[in-house]
């Protein structure tokens, strides 16, 4: 060994101040490094994360999409980006505390936006490493505006001009997280609506592509004609299904406003030559009511409005059944 | 145990002759007695099946013309007692469980030894 | 000239076909509904080629994204899709329904990811079915002209360049997009890429 400067710094020192997350992980998922940044925004403490199995450090799920990828740079030795704008927030980080809310009092807060890089590292034993890199991306001007006119569209009242755009599922699904812990605070209940084109892919085979985005547009805005308060929620869940979300109403009510959602989609008179049922689109609507208990599973409430879409789709589609 | 399996017809269906000819290698590895008949698209699969019913097939799913699925599909309505292993790129959940429904082994490429040792278990049944 | 025979080039349209089904399926499980993504055809050109095949003589300009790699063999892999393309592309996997102007904010990290997605993949399949390691850059995003590309390309490895050439095809939310994958190595590299297929089509006894 030369005779080397003896540095004037540590190492650590110069990690724990770094204005950004690093995790360093084996391949066998054990955290050799969490520094104080890392540590401030999961509200888990160093020493209780390292030698600790990643998927297993937090209370929260990690996204499976950053597991994956973090198996391919420790399987193949590549580096990978999880970028922001596609998966939001992978890691359960959040800004630290006396941000300002939104106006829901009960509103839990959001995780931090987050762009995640990972790179390969060898040890010096030879063997192989994953170091994660995780920076905040929540500060440009146009995501501030998009954040907030998502959130103002939960609170304001729907009109017939329509808003900015639906949700897709990814903001579905965390919207639906946040609003079951505040539903199950408060109390009260949820309907879940689960919505599907009949007969759409022989929509799309017998008058294209085009014209099947053509139709979907025109039911999701049918759809979105529907919601009422502050609260209602409507995603695109997948190539032709929508999903919404409730609350605050009776059984009894969730099955009527399913079949408005029917009715206003079978008024629109969209020919539909190939369509076993009618020669126009309709709908199948699935809906399940519940009332929101405090740590409810919300996949119970999903699959049981699922079940229900499976059985408006047996019963010949264009179709509501209503479950509790 | 090998008597049974003997003197088998095996069809293999891709548009790549080296994924063909990499099965058909590994194949007559294990079963040398064992003929292969070869096809390069879903329509000559079919074709070649109305001839000639094979005992086992592979089949690929991304290539010109029909989708490989879908040549499944027809072949199995016809010939129920044909056992096919789709042998694929394409690893979305959606085709896997497409092929899972036609009753068919569903293998992701690239093809080894040991995916083509889980497409002969198949095959064989369970003994 | 061909450097390739057509067997070696069935072979590593084989292995970017494996690649493609890994990507499609990372993409899919982004977008939340199916990704097609497919390699219809591969073949190896002098970098001067490159031009009229890929780079049609359109007005607009090209999103790319870059990684730079090594291992047996050195190369800079491009993506390349026409600009207007990419921002479709970012607008179906982003999934709602933003203007033109907000996807342009997230064109850049988006298109960084895609390529990240499609050039691992590749690269992944390759390392598998060659039995070879390689190391790999971060991704890199870049716009640029015709002739900024031109240029890139004609002066990246030097006189004796070679452009190994992919096209690709992607449909994502049921649109179509078609773009290319461009691997330019200098001969050398391009040589001991062609020797490492040998030995695959040798080891399946084809070569």
Redesign the interface.
Known sequence: MSTAVVPRFRAEDVLDQLHGGLIMLDAGLHILLWNAWVARHSRVPADQALDARFEHVFDERVSPALLRAIDNTLGYGLPAVLSSALHRAPLPLYPDHGAAQAAGALAAPARMVQSVVLTPLDSPEGERLCLIQISDASNSVRREKMLQSHSDVLKRQVGTDGLTGIHNRRHFDEHYAQTLRRVGQSGGTLSLFMVDVDFFKQYNDHYGHGPGDQVLKRVAAALQGQLQRPGDLLARYGGEEFILLMEGLSHRQAAEVAEALRETVYALAEPHAKSLVAHRVTISVGVCTRAVQEGMDGRLLMSAADAALYRAKLGGRNKVVATD | MASNDSGKTLLIVDDSKVSRMVIKANVLAVHPDWQVMEAGTGEEAIALVEQSVPDYCTMDINMPGMLGTDAAAQILQAHPSVRIAIFSANIQEAVQTRAQQLGALFVAKPVTEKSIGQALLHFRGPL | MSILN??ER??L???F??????A???L???V?????L?VPSVEVLRSGAIDEQVLPRTRGRFATVSQNFDGPFDAEAVLLFTEDRALSI?RD??????SLD?LA??ER??M??LG??IL?AC???M???LEI???????QYLVSSPDDISARLASAQGDESYVLVLHIDLVI???QTDGHLIFLLSSSSLHALVEHVQRY?GK???A
């Open positions: 057509e067997i069935d072979a349209t084989e292995i076909n494996v690649g493609a089904g890994r499609a399926q990372s899919s499980e982004i939340g509904d199916e990704v097609r497919s970012v996997m982003m999934g709602s329904q933003m907000e904010e997230f990290e988006a960084c990811e990240n997605i691992n690269l992944s399949a390392a598998d079915m390691s390689l190391n790999s850059s971060l991704p939310e049921k649109h089509l399946i006894g084809l």
